[in-house]
């Protein structure tokens, strides 16, 4: 019998991979999308074979509804306050009523629990969660992936070609952990169809520093790359 698995956040990014890599492995998939989502966004989905359900994302009773049925929601909803604390608690409540045994919420980062509250406002808004959810007797795995490894090269760049420099904070020479979004969604998945997930899974696709990524830069590209140690201006 195939595990059903819900999944709030399926029409971004990884969502979407989360939801391509349960269907790989042979998951039957739901995804709750808001009632505005865009018909194309949906369509691609249903076409993959998810039954999509749009609901008031911010209405128990529906989301209940939507949740009946499944063995573990998935959150890849991303946002601030009113998504990652206010919207994935409606999204808990729902769960809960609808006796569905195990959550995934929306962490996909770094180990925040190690961290002092303050350093960073999106993880404390993620342990803002945690204290809600770990209040309950549903069974929740938090995926810890450090960062993206798109973070390197994509918009906000560790790696700046231009000016042949490597960003950092603090210690150049702290490893920091890489995982791309495709092993993240995989190992998400996963998680959502083994019941002996434990409350916190730590992975990473690879460890590197800031140092070391200026000797790997200089060698790939044959150029001269030095440190930039950047400057904290806020929490955010």
């Given at each position: 019998?195939?595990s059903t698995?819900?999944?709030?956040?399926?029409?971004?990014?990884?969502g979407?991979r989360?939801i391509k890599a349960l269907?790989?492995k042979g998951?039957d998939v739901?995804?709750?999308v808001?009632?505005?989502?865009?018909d194309?966004r949906?369509q691609?989905l249903e076409q993959?074979?998810?039954?999509?359900?749009?609901?008031n994302?911010?209405?128990v009773?529906?989301?209940?509804?939507?949740?009946?049925?499944?063995s573990?929601i998935?959150?890849?909803?991303?946002?601030l306050?009113?998504?990652?604390?206010?919207?994935q608690?409606i999204l808990?409540?729902?769960?809960?009523a609808?006796?569905?045994?195990r959550?995934?919420?929306?962490d996909?980062?770094?180990?925040f629990?190690k961290?002092?509250?303050?350093?960073?406002?999106?993880?404390d808004?993620?342990?803002?969660f945690?204290?809600r959810?770990?209040?309950?007797?549903?069974a929740?795995?938090?995926?810890?992936n450090?960062?993206?490894?798109d973070m390197?090269?994509?918009?906000?760049?560790?790696?700046l070609?231009?000016?042949k420099?490597?960003l950092?904070?603090g210690?150049?020479?702290?490893?920091?952990?890489?995982?791309?979004?495709d092993?993240?969604a995989a190992?998400?998945?996963s998680a959502?169809?083994?019941l002996?997930?434990p409350?916190f899974?730590?992975?990473?696709?690879?460890?590197?520093?800031?140092?070391e990524l200026?000797?790997?830069a200089n060698?790939?590209?044959g150029?001269?790359?030095?440190?930039?140690?950047a400057?904290r201006?806020?929490?955010a």
């Open positions: 019998m195939k698995i819900l999944v709030a956040g399926g029409t971004g990014d990884l979407g989360i269907l790989r998951a739901r995804a709750i808001r009632s505005s989502t865009d194309a949906v691609k993959q074979g998810v039954k999509v359900i749009r609901v994302m911010s209405d009773s529906e989301l209940t509804q939507a949740c009946k049925g499944a573990c998935i959150s890849a909803l991303q946002g306050h009113d998504v990652i604390v206010d919207m608690s808990l409540d729902a769960a809960i609808a006796g569905v045994p959550f995934i919420p929306s996909y980062s770094c180990d629990t961290l002092l509250v303050g350093d960073n406002r999106n993880f808004l993620r342990r803002e945690h204290e959810l770990n209040k309950t007797s549903i929740a795995t938090s995926i810890f450090g960062a993206f490894l390197l090269t994509g918009q906000m760049p560790l790696i070609f231009k000016r420099r490597v950092y904070w210690n150049a020479d702290q490893r920091m952990d890489f995982t791309t979004k092993d993240t190992f998400t998945a959502a169809l083994d002996s997930t409350r899974l730590r992975i990473a696709g690879d460890q590197i520093s800031a140092r200026v000797a790997v060698e790939v590209t150029k001269k790359f030095r440190l930039f140690r400057r201006t806020g929490n």
